[in-house]
């Protein structure tokens, strides 16, 4: 299994993280216990944010239902749980939309750990996952409210290009090559 990890140091203003933050990014079954409750976790931010409340754990049930993951396994995909500190706050995956396109999907850092490098170490975890399964590009589409999955994209190289999918709420669409 490979391991990613990624020893940042960077100001940090919230007090709860110290200043060199660590983080460790393995893949890991989209099944298990720390990927369950971290794409729960996803959900309910990005489904609250988008109607503007708190959801509810049946709402949380119905979009894992309406959205699954399960083809985020090799060899279609991959998956990604990012600890720091040894706790799990962070995680996304990755499909193959074609031999050579890889898309990125529920990618999420808990807002206790946002600015510590989470996101950063992330990417670097699934753009390798992705060139591990053959891909040449890396795809991703995001809503216009999800400002910072926006700006983390933008910093890490990813441009905006024109709709390859027509998903509900898909308003933005980023590719980054990895070759």
């Given at each position: 299994?490979?391991?990613?990890?990624n020893?940042?140091?960077?100001h940090?203003?919230?007090?709860?993280?110290p200043?060199?933050?660590s983080w460790?990014?393995?893949p890991?079954p989209v099944?298990?216990?720390?990927?369950?409750l971290?794409?729960?976790?996803y959900?309910?931010?990005?489904?609250?944010?988008y109607?503007?409340?708190?959801?509810?754990?049946a709402?949380?049930?119905q979009g894992?239902?309406?959205?699954?993951?399960?083809?985020?396994?090799?060899?279609?995909?991959?998956?990604?749980?990012?600890?720091?500190?040894?706790?799990?706050l962070?995680?996304?995956?990755?499909?193959?939309?074609?031999?050579?396109?890889?898309e990125?999907?529920?990618?999420?850092?808990?807002?206790?750990?946002?600015?510590?490098g989470?996101?950063?170490?992330?990417?670097?975890?699934?753009?390798?996952?992705?060139?591990?399964l053959?891909?040449?590009?890396?795809?991703?589409?995001?809503r216009?409210?999800?400002?910072?999955?926006?700006?983390?994209?933008?910093r890490?190289?990813y441009?905006?290009?024109?709709a390859?999918?027509s998903?509900?709420?898909?308003?933005?669409?980023?590719?980054?090559?990895?070759?």
């Amino acid at each position: 299994m490979n391991t990613y990890s990624n020893q940042l140091s960077e100001h940090v203003d919230d007090h709860h993280h110290p200043a060199t933050a660590s983080w460790t990014v393995t893949p890991e079954p989209v099944t298990s216990r720390d990927a369950t409750l971290l794409r729960r976790a996803y959900y309910a931010e990005v489904a609250g944010r988008y109607w503007k409340r708190q959801v509810t754990q049946a709402e949380i049930d119905q979009g894992l239902l309406d959205f699954p993951d399960d083809d985020l396994v090799p060899p279609t995909g991959a998956f990604v749980v990012g600890r720091r500190g040894g706790e799990p706050l962070a995680c996304g995956g990755l499909r193959l939309l074609d031999p050579v396109t890889a898309e990125l999907t529920k990618v999420y850092v808990d807002r206790r750990a946002r600015g510590t490098g989470g996101g950063a170490a992330l990417l670097e975890a699934l753009e390798a996952q992705g060139r591990a399964l053959g891909a040449e590009r890396v795809r991703l589409d995001t809503r216009t409210d999800l400002v910072e999955a926006r700006a983390l994209y933008a910093r890490h190289g990813y441009r905006e290009i024109p709709a390859y999918s027509s998903g509900p709420y898909a308003q933005h669409w980023f590719e980054k090559r990895l070759a």
